[in-house]
């Protein structure tokens, strides 16, 4: 077994449960063996009133760091606490979740090596468990707690690797969306992913993946994984978790997913001036945030929103135009995504904040002035941000100093090439 660490997993559990507790090698052992029922041991840890005591308090305290609070609040514990009931192997993958999780939010990487090996050995349960036929709807369970530690290894692993690592995540995220009826319209291309229903699925892996694919497309400047069916239709209703994990709406997620289609001139991608012409006649909306927020949150909610909507089109213009960091279209966007951010106050706990991980780079790429380079880099070197984010901004700090001393020396206009060029020479991408 490669799990090596034998301390206690949880020293408060020793204080309520009656069977003795497990350390971590052991716990991971008892899994490896999986089809083969876990000894009683160590179904005791896992089903201990304080071990989901400590899992929902990580829940709890994810959402109360949000900055915009779900207004299904009491509803998303309770799907979360549905579906920690539903098989015990769905439950060690979230306990093994949100410990490392947790550690990332402490800033504590230390034991990395140590987590890589416990995910290797969830790996090998997942591929023991699907070797053996299991019923269509375990086989989607499985697939999706796979998925979900694919996507752990992904923020585990350094920058450069990332890319690498979610490429090797696509064939079980395609295998799980299409054993997934419920993806599916019935007018739907059957030869691309669904993009909104797969936002807002209750499967929110699967909304993770999609999420890290088309950011990390944007940022590295390289082809998304998938190609999806981008038809919008009428807005979803329903809100998605990262509309309040990340301030992220599902209308731009679709927006952005588009513009990297149409960057690298996709046979599906929908023509530029169409994606402009929606976003130039698109108005900030509140219809599905919280009734009962104060003026000031939903004054927030609309400057993210407008933050959004001008950080794709300077992307657009650069990515997909080829226009130059100069234009007038490029520069009054920038000018804007730097005014509406700053009206957006951080709360007085230093982990609560909006995330403009996206936002600060589009912007500090097309930045010429030195007040704003400055802006753009004091905030991507936020650690709150890489808390929330799959990818770190910091990592894309020396990017942007490489540009800035080069190409783009002394205000001078850039193309989206000249940030291709400074991110491979900076941030070289394993693909």
């Not at 299409?178 to 691309?192: E, I, R, V, Y």
């Amino acid at each position: 077994m490669g799990a090596q660490n034998s301390q206690p997993l949880f020293a408060m559990a020793t204080n309520r449960t009656t069977s003795p507790i497990p350390s971590l090698r052991q716990l991971f052992t008892f899994y490896s063996r999986i089809p083969c029922p876990p000894p009683n041991q160590s179904m005791a840890f896992l089903y201990a009133p304080d071990v989901e005591d400590y899992i929902l308090s990580h829940c709890d305290r994810t959402m109360k760091n949000l900055y915009f609070k779900p207004s299904n609040n009491a509803q998303m514990r309770q799907v979360f606490l549905s579906r920690l009931n539903s098989s015990s192997f769905t439950r060690w993958v979230t306990l093994l979740y949100i410990r490392i999780h947790e550690s990332y939010l402490n800033g504590d990487t230390l034991q990395n090596q140590a987590r890589i090996r416990w995910i290797e050995d969830i790996e090998h349960a997942l591929r023991t468990i699907l070797a053996h036929n299991p019923e269509p709807h375990e086989a989607q369970d499985r697939l999706g707690d796979w998925l979900g530690v694919l996507l752990l290894r992904l923020r585990m692993a350094h920058i450069s690797s990332s890319y690498t690592a979610l490429r090797n995540a696509t064939p079980t995220f395609l295998q799980l969306a299409f054993s997934d009826p419920n993806l599916w319209p019935a007018d739907s291309d059957s030869t691309s992913i669904p993009l909104t229903s797969t936002i807002i699925s209750p499967r929110h892996e699967l909304a993770n993946f999609v999420l890290v694919d088309s950011v990390c497309s944007m940022a590295f400047g390289l082809p998304q994984q998938v190609e999806y069916d981008t038809s919008l239709g009428a807005s979803p209703l329903i809100q998605n978790q990262h509309e309040s994990l990340l301030s992220f709406p599902t209308e731009f997620q679709v927006t952005l997913t588009e513009i990297n289609a149409c960057r690298d001139a996709s046979s599906t991608a929908r023509d530029w001036r169409e994606i402009e012409h929606r976003l130039m006649t698109w108005e900030a909306q509140s219809g599905k945030q919280d009734s009962g927020w104060e003026s000031w949150m939903v004054v927030a909610w609309l400057a993210v929103q407008e933050s959004w909507r001008h950080t794709l089109l300077t992307y657009l213009y650069m990515a997909a135009c080829g226009a130059s960091s100069d234009d007038p279209r490029v520069q009054s966007s920038v000018c804007q995504i730097f005014r509406v951010t700053g009206t957006v106050k951080k709360q007085e706990s230093s982990e609560v904040g909006v995330p403009f991980f996206v936002q600060y780079l589009m912007a500090g790429i097309c930045a010429r002035s030195e007040k704003h380079r400055k802006i753009a880099r004091e905030q991507l070197l936020e650690v709150s941000e890489s808390k929330i984010w799959l990818m770190s901004g910091v990592d894309f700090v020396p990017v942007l100093d490489h540009l800035w001393h080069g190409a783009a020396a002394n205000g001078q206009p850039i193309k989206w090439s000249d940030y291709m060029r400074s991110r491979e020479t900076m941030l070289p991408v394993v693909t």
